[in-house]
């Protein structure tokens, strides 16, 4: 099993400035550790996110690691113009040697897509016409495309990705039907489902990938996302856990409550206490030995192969976000990854 970490960027209660050089700063400790992948969240006008241009964030984070693989989780096709974000993507894999993760998606909050005047209900046509673009601007020498939101006619393609044909592809997934695209394109996934359903998600994958005859040792990454803190004791976790919690679900629910709408997916997967959240098993506080049991037990449950971490949400400190990170690395990967 492989392990990574998620970051929505979420108000941690500092300066942007500082919240920006914290979450780096947690970045290089990831990049020295044993970590896989750092996935960037992008949203907008919303405190739930402070990269809103992830391709700025991510530029920074390239040049203050070496190791460390990186990207968003997800795009958000709709918001771009595919002709210049195909050019920031190959910068991006060019200054980072080829550790760009390329993570896509449509958006799954209609609010933040209104902002930029994009109805709801285009954004999947949306979404298939960019991301044709882009892999068509990868590996063509110039770029022609007639859809009814894009049109490009010969347009010079003068740089190519330093990962050929293409970055790694990276897909959030909960319908697992999607894993019959995600299969025949050799995409790597994450889930926010709970244990039940990222097994069907898991199962569903895995017997796409059989279905197209390619070998077991193919298999891309199939992951789960989780609300992790580590510290010395459960207590301890747990009451930093219950605290920061607090700070990153008025976060999430914040633009909802602006405009008086339902939150999408508080009180199922998550809910208004943290003790809730760790009871349903979406997420975890407790000594090293308690945190490995819980991801030993979740991957024995699913059958996922990567577990990425939410280790800097809500109010969280630097200090508190790295000691978690560094107990996590030293009793929990180093026993369970590979």
């Known amino acids: 099993m492989k392990f990574g970490v998620f970051d929505h960027m979420d108000f941690s209660g500092v300066d942007l400035h500082e919240h920006l050089e914290n979450r780096l700063k947690i970045a290089e400790l990831y990049d020295r550790l044993r ?9 907008h ?8 241009s992830p391709n700025v964030y991510l530029a920074a984070l390239a040049q203050r690691t070496s190791r460390l693989k990186f990207g968003p989780m997800v795009y958000l096709l709709p918001l ?33 897509l209104g902002f930029f005047g994009v109805e709801a209900e285009d954004s999947q046509a949306i979404y298939a016409e ?32 330093y990962t050929q044909p293409h970055p790694e592809l990276w ?24 244990a039940e359903g990222t097994k069907v998600i898991v199962e569903r994958y895995k017997k796409e990938w059989q279905k197209l005859g390619k070998a077991e ?15 010395e004791t459960d207590n301890e976790a747990r009451d930093l856990a219950r605290r920061a919690y607090k700070c990153w679900l008025a976060s999430f629910s914040r633009l909802w409550h602006d405009n008086n709408l339902p939150v999408p997916l508080v009180g199922s997967i998550y809910p208004e ?8 098993g979406n997420g975890f506080a407790g000594s090293p030995e308690s945190v490995k049991e819980y991801v030993a037990e979740q991957a024995a449950l699913s059958g996922f192969n990567y577990f990425t971490a939410w280790f800097a949400f809500g109010d969280l400190t630097l200090s508190e976000v790295s000691k ?15």
């Open 171 to 194: 897909y959030g997934i909960l319908n697992p039907e999607t894993t019959v695209w995600a299969a025949e394109n050799n995409v790597n996934v994450v889930t926010i489902a709970l």
């Open 35 to 43: 970590f896989h992948g750092y996935h960037v969240a992008e949203h």
């Open 217 to 231: 040792a193919d298999l891309p990454l199939i992951g789960v996302s989780r609300h992790i803190v580590v510290a």
């Open 130 to 161: 960019s991301y044709e673009c882009l892999m068509r601007a990868f590996k063509d020498k110039s770029l022609s495309f007639a859809g009814d939101y894009f049109e490009f006619v010969d347009v010079p393609i003068t740089a190519r990705p």
């Open 273 to 280: 206490e943290w003790d809730d959240l760790q009871a349903i």
């Open 80 to 112: 771009y113009h595919p002709l210049r974000l195909a050019e920031e993507i190959c910068m991006l894999d060019h200054l980072s040697r080829g550790r760009f993760m390329l993570g896509t998606g449509r958006g799954i909050s209609p609010l933040e």
């Open 45 to 52: 006008g919303t405190p739930l996110g402070f990269a809103p």
């Open 324 to 338: 978690s990170v560094e107990l996590f690395d030293d009793q929990v990967i180093s026993e369970l990854g590979s």
